[in-house]
């Protein structure tokens, strides 16, 4: 497969061994819509277009961070393209995890519940009215899943978490 020239930034996550961080906010940019183009930015443009990845396989080490949800193992009918796109994600990274472990590569889920994000603009709503129409859940910053993650890189290569659900200790979800 002719690989794609990488960016700096991608560049840097490989030099630290990082392949990919993918972005949950990017995977269902128009739910509900009956869309191919939803997955564009979403799992199938992952597996398209590994990149770094390649070169991880290669030289025998790195990590790849998919963050999910925890919306891959609990479906919401009001979130019907969301949660089928994490479903997506959970499967990518156990499949790909399977492919690559033995090549020292490894492949994490972190499947976090809510996080503090700009997705209510989106819908036009304060973040205040976004959390009132959740039932008014606890929410991690962003900065408090970033340590969960460098938590896991941190671990030696030899370990791996395969998959991690991070909540609020007071969520339902």
Same mark, same amino acid.
């Given at each position: 497969?002719?690989?794609?020239?990488?960016?700096?930034?991608?560049?840097?996550?490989?030099?630290?061994?990082?392949?990919?961080?993918?972005?949950?906010?990017?995977?269902?940019?128009?739910?509900?819509?009956?869309?191919?183009?939803?997955?564009?930015?979403?799992?199938?443009?992952?597996?398209?277009? !590994?990149?770094?990845?390649?070169?991880?396989?290669?030289?025998? =080490?790195?990590?790849?961070?998919?963050?999910?949800?925890? =919306?891959?193992?609990?479906?919401?009918?009001?979130?019907?393209?969301?949660?089928?796109?994490?479903?997506?994600?959970?499967?990518?990274?156990? =499949?790909?995890?399977?492919?690559?472990?033995?090549?020292?590569?490894?492949?994490?889920?972190?499947?976090?519940?809510?996080?503090?994000?700009?997705?209510?603009?989106?819908?036009?709503?304060?973040?205040?009215?976004?959390?009132?129409?959740?039932?008014?859940?606890?929410? !991690? =910053?962003?900065?408090?899943?970033?340590?969960?993650?460098?938590? @896991?890189?941190?671990?030696?290569?030899?370990? @791996?978490?395969?998959?991690?659900?991070?909540?609020?200790?007071?969520?339902?979800?």
């Amino acid at each position: 497969m002719p690989q794609r020239p990488i960016s700096r930034a991608q560049a840097a996550l490989l030099v630290a061994g990082v392949a990919l961080l993918l972005d949950p906010s990017r995977l269902s940019a128009n739910e509900g819509a009956a869309d191919p183009g939803v997955f564009e930015t979403g799992p199938y443009a992952f597996s398209d277009e !590994l990149g770094g990845f390649h070169i991880l396989s290669a030289r025998g =080490s790195g990590t790849i961070f998919n963050i999910s949800s925890v =919306s891959d193992r609990k479906t919401a009918p009001v979130a019907v393209t969301y949660t089928a796109t994490k479903y997506a994600v959970r499967a990518l990274s156990e =499949s790909l995890r399977e492919a690559e472990g033995k090549n020292g590569v490894r492949v994490i889920n972190v499947a976090p519940g809510y996080v503090r994000t700009n997705i209510h603009a989106g819908m036009g709503i304060s973040f205040d009215e976004y959390r009132k129409a959740l039932g008014n859940p606890d929410f !991690l =910053s962003a900065e408090e899943l970033a340590d969960v993650v460098l938590y @896991c890189w941190k671990l030696p290569p030899h370990i @791996c978490i395969r998959d991690i659900v991070v909540t609020p200790t007071r969520t339902t979800f």
